[in-house]
């Protein structure tokens, strides 16, 4: 358990909550059911898809948003990232489970913007993803050592969107 105890907002929370805020979300998919992550996802976004590996995780965490209508929560045993199929699309991808790196190269291309929670975890590997030129990067260090990257199309403009005082 962090430091925070039962009521860490969880470092990804104030990454997701920025964008929710900026940019019109219709569909998003979590890779990694999360009580913070998803909470804030189905109040930003109109569709949510939440793929989870640990079938008891998945049934708490359906029945804990069951009052929510635009959850869809998955149960896949296989590596997540196998789940997404060549013509999927969506408006973010948040990634917080298992096999991240393999899971963020099979994303880009699939959206605009894709999140992925501890990239400060050395054991993931991260320095393996292979970010096509046209995806820049942002990292938010706002609960070091704790990180959370943003990785977007160079079409999207998102850091000027993200910071953008007016």
Not at 26 to 52: H, M, P, Y
Not at 95 to 113: C, H, M, Q, W
Request: charged share 25%; aromatic share 10%; glycine share 6%.
């Amino acid at each position: 358990m962090s430091k925070y105890g039962l009521m860490d907002p969880g470092t990804c929370l104030p990454v997701l909550e920025a964008i929710c805020h900026v940019v019109t979300i219709d569909t998003a998919i979590e890779f990694g059911c999360g009580l913070w992550s998803t909470q804030s996802l189905t109040r930003n976004c109109k569709r949510v898809i939440s793929v989870e590996d640990v079938k008891e995780w998945v049934d708490t965490v359906k029945k804990e948003y069951s009052h929510r209508g635009n959850l869809e929560v998955v149960h896949w045993d296989k590596g997540m990232d196998t789940y997404m199929k060549d013509d999927d699309t969506f408006d973010l991808i948040f990634i917080d489970g298992n096999e991240r790196v393999e899971t963020l190269n099979n994303a880009f291309y699939k959206s605009p913007i894709i999140v992925c929670h501890d990239t400060h975890t050395k054991g993931i590997n991260w320095g393996d993803a292979n970010v096509p030129d046209d995806y820049l990067q942002l990292t938010y260090t706002g609960c070091e050592p704790y990180l959370t990257t943003i990785f977007y199309h160079r079409d999207m403009d998102l850091k000027n969107v993200l910071f953008d005082r007016d």
